[in-house]
Structures are given as C-alpha cells and as structure tokens.
C-alpha cells in the first residue's frame, strides 16, 4: 500500500497547472482598481474569502462558521437569495453597513436539483414568501433600490 501511495504522490507533484478564473481575476482587479479600502462587501461565503484575501477589504460575512455571530450575519446576507420583499433585503444590508453586495450568477441562476438551491431552502425558512419572485433574480435584472456597480459573466456588484 504504501508503495502504490508513495508512487500516486510523486505523480500528483508532477501535475503542473495554473488555476484560472478570468471572471474573479477580472472583478478583483475592479476592486482594486476602482474602489476604496474601507469598502464593505458582501455575499457568497466563497467569494468573500478571495475578496478578502485578494483585496484585502472588510467583508460582513466570513467563512467562518463555527463563529454565532458570523453565522447570523452570513444568515442576513443570504437573505440575497431568498423571496423576501427587496426593500426588507436592502434595508438589512444597509444596516449592517455593506456598501457592495456581490452576486455570482451561478448562486442566482444556476442548474440546480429540486430542494437543492439557496432559494429552496429559504422557502423553507420563510414560507410566507414561498411564491414570491427570488430576490436575486430580480435585482440582477432591475436593481432598484440597489445601483449595479459593476458587472461580468459571472459577477454582480450592485452598491447599496
């Protein structure tokens, strides 16, 4: 076994790639180039760890999770993805003082499996809201009361 495992890691350390993300590499040099250093962000847990290791800007949800109070910040941002009314959405944003929410449109409009998404688990959650249009969805395509700040392929800025 631990011939085959030695000879599967000297394979795996000859692998040489690049990792490649034009979109992301596209959005963070925005940031850097664009914006300032106390901006605050917000969105997908994922795409907050890049922000803040790439830009270095303070974001309002971290990947953190075993942390309660991140875990209820992270709960109010996602609220992005849910079907609750925009304005109670951009209101909770802007009380938590995120001046840019970002959007991937993967989380929004993906392919997804029946019961899978963020959207349905919100529907869960907040079944008052279930027939509701989702959040994300409709502020990609009008904005209001948000501003699109900036926007790819794969990103959506939209400042509050």
């Given at each position: 076994?631990?011939?085959q495992?030695?000879a599967?890691i ?8 690049e990792f ?11 940031i ?7 901006a605050?962000?917000?969105?997908p847990?994922?795409t ?17 999770y075993?942390n309660a109070?991140?875990?209820?910040r ?9 079907r609750?009314p925009v ?8 009380t938590?003082e995120?001046?840019y929410?970002i959007?991937?449109r993967s ?12 959207v ?7 079944p008052?809201?279930?027939d ?5 969805q409709?502020i990609?395509k009008n904005p ?6 900036f926007r790819n ?5 939209l400042a509050?």
């Open positions: 076994m631990s011939v495992g030695v599967n000297k394979h795996q350390r000859n692998i040489i790639g490649s993300n034009p979109d992301l590499e596209e959005l963070i040099s925005w850097n180039g664009t914006l300032p250093e106390e605050v962000f917000a969105g847990m994922p907050m760890a890049n922000i803040l290791l790439s830009t270095r800007r303070p974001i309002v949800n971290h990947p953190h075993e109070g991140l875990r209820e992270t709960y109010k941002v996602y609220q992005i993805f849910s609750k304005a109670e959405v951009y209101n909770t944003l802007l938590m995120v001046d929410v959007l991937e989380w929004c409009f993906g392919k997804r499996r029946e019961g899978c998404a963020m349905d688990l919100w529907d869960i959650e907040d008052e809201n279930k509701k249009e989702n959040v994300c409709k990609v209001y009361p948000f501003r699109k700040a392929s794969l990103y959506t800025v509050i």
